[in-house]
């Protein structure tokens, strides 16, 4: 796992830099959107495998959509304790 890990992370690409950034947004604001989903989403009459499905599917949509708002709006990002923008990559020239 470490291997595919260092193979594929290893480049900086688009899908690395965005994860970089993003990262700490999705992990503070995962657990109180699939909180707020399960809570509607269980009083639903599904199945449960269904409920879990659409669980899965939107806690994972809100949660990019939270994550991506959080990181574009300046008060959001103080009061995450992120920079106020992303930091400029170090050239040697």
Avoid: D, N
């Avoid at 992370?9 to 959107?33: A, D, N």
């Avoid at 409920?51 to 599917?57: A, C, D, P, R, Y």
């Avoid at 949509?61 to 959001?76: D, H, I, K, V």
């Amino acid at each position: 796992m470490l291997g595919v890990g260092r193979r594929w992370l290893e480049r900086e690409t688009g899908v690395v830099r965005y994860g970089r950034r993003v990262g700490y947004l999705v992990y503070i604001v995962h657990q109180p959107v699939i909180v707020g989903c399960a809570f509607v989403i269980v009083q639903w009459s599904l199945s449960p495998a269904l409920k879990f499905v659409v669980l899965l599917v939107a806690s994972a949509a809100l949660t990019a959509m939270a994550a991506e708002l959080a990181g574009r709006l300046p008060g959001f990002r103080l009061v995450f304790g992120m920079t106020s923008r992303a930091p400029q990559s170090a050239s040697t020239a």
